[in-house]
């Protein structure tokens, strides 16, 4: 029950919920609502930083479920996103030893019940959105495959 628990968690959160798994942001924390003293304001900024969300990118190949986003240092796919098992032959053969080396160290890991999926542990960030496709995909793809999600507003977001 617990891995199931955990696993609705995060595809409530993928799909937009993030009531389950935060505080509103126009609150304050627990902590800081039984204090105080000046630290009470210090604890509520903290806890709810100011920096803008990213704009987040769907993957549309395949029917593979997949996020990313634009980052600093690149482009960075979002953990509990799904890439392709099967590699093509077209794929470059730097992007199948990167396969092969993050599924070595567990970043990611087959999925239990699928066999044609894998799954990201962890927020994985790319040297661009073109090699984050072909990683995903498992095949020589281009980024224009990461698109802005077409579906309804996310549900039960807190402002």
């Not at 990313?68 to 590699?87: C, I, K, M, N, P």
């Amino acid at each position: 029950m617990e891995l199931l628990a955990t696993q609705a968690r995060r595809l409530l959160f993928d799909a937009g919920c993030r009531v389950v798994d935060g505080n509103l942001l126009s609150q304050p924390t627990a902590q800081g609502k039984g204090d105080d003293s000046d630290d009470a304001k210090e604890a509520v900024e903290i806890a709810c930083p100011t920096r803008p969300v990213p704009e987040e990118f769907a993957f549309d190949y395949r029917g593979i479920w997949a996020r990313g986003y634009h980052a600093d240092q690149g482009f960075v796919v979002a953990a509990g996103s799904e890439l392709r098992a099967t590699e093509t032959h077209s794929l470059r053969k730097n992007i199948k030893r990167l396969r092969a080396d993050l599924l070595a160290r567990d970043v990611v890991v087959p999925i239990a019940g699928v066999t044609d999926r894998l799954r990201f542990q962890v927020d994985w960030c790319f040297f661009s959105a073109a090699v984050a496709a072909k990683f995903v995909a498992g095949a020589h793809v281009a980024g224009t495959k990461w698109v802005l999600p077409r579906n309804a507003p996310p549900i039960g977001r807190a402002t």
